[in-house]
């Protein structure tokens, strides 16, 4: 009894995870870029099986404000296959390594044109069920500036200066106090001497008429 | 001789109340249907909704805001050397730190007054006037300076 439903513990463990495998696609969420910059779009998946020889990758564009998709990249059977009627053509790159699940492209020379949302949708025989994921392009003329980056790059540094003048305050009370002291040591130093010369001034002469007597 | 003292830190303290209340309420520039400061702008819409947005990512209001919230910063600090510097200081010595924080708040709200009258245009749309937090902050500017020029020759006794 126990070792039948060992067994059959064993087998449905290893039958239902293959049934409910599921390939995951992975894309950023937004990119953003310059008009004329080249950008990568990055394309890889998750699958429990090893990377098939028939692994495909493809790509769709769809521009903000259309319903439709066009197809801009297909990779089967080991070729990559590039737009070359479409709004990409001789702008699209296969940069992509699909040994280690890397389906990425590349886009040259953004145009305002190219703005919209880009879908990938890799397959990984016999892992093929799976939901193609979306990465958003927006180009930008010029790169705006984030909200309270001046406000706080101000801030910053007019309290930095503000504690560097204090601190180069106090580290010249403290120089200058140091000094100060080493002067007066030397100047009681020249005076004790010069006092000693003055007191050895008079004696030599007293002891040769105290010798005689 | 007390009747001074709670002079001078009242004004210092009215200065830095309308600071705060300068830079804080939203209401730099009214027009019929919006008002709009540093910080975002506010609208009533056609069907009587009240929608406010962040105000815009523009250089100049960016450089504004930072005006003046540093010279919130340097009013207060100025505040406490003066608590600090009336009991450290020696007889006969003036509140020459405590002054000079108070000036340089003061000039800060001048530039940030300035700077907002001369590139308001460029973020709030449409014909606006004034509202009252800009005229506050007009006037802040000559009580902490008036207040930081009393603290520089002012001479502590006993």
């Known amino acids: 009894m126990l070792t039948f439903l060992a067994l059959a513990s064993v087998v449905l463990l290893g039958i239902v995870p293959e049934q409910s495998q599921a390939i995951v696609i992975y894309t950023g969420w937004e990119r953003h870029a310059l008009v004329g910059s080249d950008i990568r779009l990055s394309c890889s998946f998750f699958s429990w099986r090893w990377t098939s020889e028939d692994v495909t990758f493809s790509w769709t564009y769809r521009p903000d404000g259309s319903r439709d998709s066009i197809s801009i990249f297909h990779y089967t059977g080991g070729v990559p296959y590039v737009d070359n009627k479409g709004p990409f053509r001789d702008r699209l790159e296969f940069v992509g390594n699909p040994g280690r699940r890397d389906g990425s492209i590349l886009l040259k020379n953004l145009e305002f044109t190219d703005n919209g949302t880009f879908t990938c949708d890799a397959k990984n025989p016999p892992d093929i069920v799976g939901r193609p994921s979306s990465v958003r392009l927006l180009v930008f003329e010029k790169v705006p500036i984030q909200a309270g980056v001046i406000t706080g790059a101000i801030i910053g540094v007019v309290l930095g200066l503000l504690v560097l003048i204090v601190v180069i305050y106090y580290l010249m009370r403290f120089l200058v106090a140091r000094r100060v002291f080493s002067l007066s040591v030397s100047k009681h130093g020249k005076k004790k001497k010069e006092g000693s010369q003055q007191r050895q001034g008079p004696v030599p002469p007293a002891d040769p008429s105290k010798i005689k007597v | ?158």
């Open chain 2, 1 to 158: 001789m007390l009747l001074l003292l709670l002079g001078i830190i009242l004004l210092h303290l009215a200065a830095l109340v309308l600071l705060f209340v300068s830079t804080i309420v939203s209401v730099w520039s009214t027009s019929e249907t919006s008002t709009s400061d540093l910080w975002r702008n506010c609208s009533t819409a056609v069907n009587g909704e009240y929608h406010c947005n962040p105000a815009s990512t523009g250089e100049w209001i960016q450089a504004v805001q930072a005006v003046m919230i540093l010279s919130i910063i340097f009013s207060c600090l100025s505040l406490l050397l003066f608590f600090c510097q009336l009991f450290t200081l020696q007889k006969g010595g003036r509140f020459f730190l405590t002054g000079t924080f108070q000036i340089l708040a003061s000039l800060f709200v001048m530039s940030g007054a300035i700077i907002y009258t001369v590139t308001s245009h460029y973020w709030v749309l449409g014909t606006y006037a004034f509202g009252y937090s800009y005229i506050l902050a007009w006037v802040a500017f000559p009580l902490a300076l008036i207040s930081g020029l009393i603290y520089v020759i002012l001479r502590k006794r006993e």
